[in-house]
């Protein structure tokens, strides 16, 4: 069974930065896509970037240039480093694992961007 933990969220001014982690267990990351997904009040869920099991990467037009998603394979651990933070960045955000038709979530953490 696959868990994903997410961590890193929190408060933070606009401009300012974090960095999400999610640690994956039951499974090794490297055979899968994992991504970072969010979700701000009102709205769909969207994804934010994702990492291929060959290491490409896809990121929202909104968030190319700031977010950097990135993977530890050693540590089983998943990234997401967000510069240049706007108050459209709040919302929850979400770590997803995909690999052979299973999909999987995190808990999600919260992300506010506010002065």
């Known amino acids: 069974q696959v868990q994903l933990v997410e961590s890193g969220g929190g408060l933070v001014q606009p401009g300012g930065s974090l960095r999400l982690s999610c640690a994956a267990s039951g499974s090794s990351i490297a055979f899968s896509t994992m991504g970072w997904y969010r979700q701000a009040p009102g709205k769909q869920r969207e994804l934010v970037a994702e990492?291929?099991?060959?290491?490409?990467?896809n990121y929202a037009d909104s968030v190319k240039g700031r977010f950097t998603i990135s993977r530890d394979i050693t540590k089983n651990t998943v990234y997401l480093r967000m510069n240049a933070l706007k108050p459209e960045d709040t919302a929850v955000y979400y770590c997803?694992?995909?690999?052979?038709?299973?999909?999987?979530w995190g808990q999600g953490t919260q992300v506010t961007v506010s002065s």
């Open positions: 990492v291929t099991s060959d290491a490409g990467t």
């Open positions: 997803n694992f995909r690999c052979w038709g299973a999909v999987i």
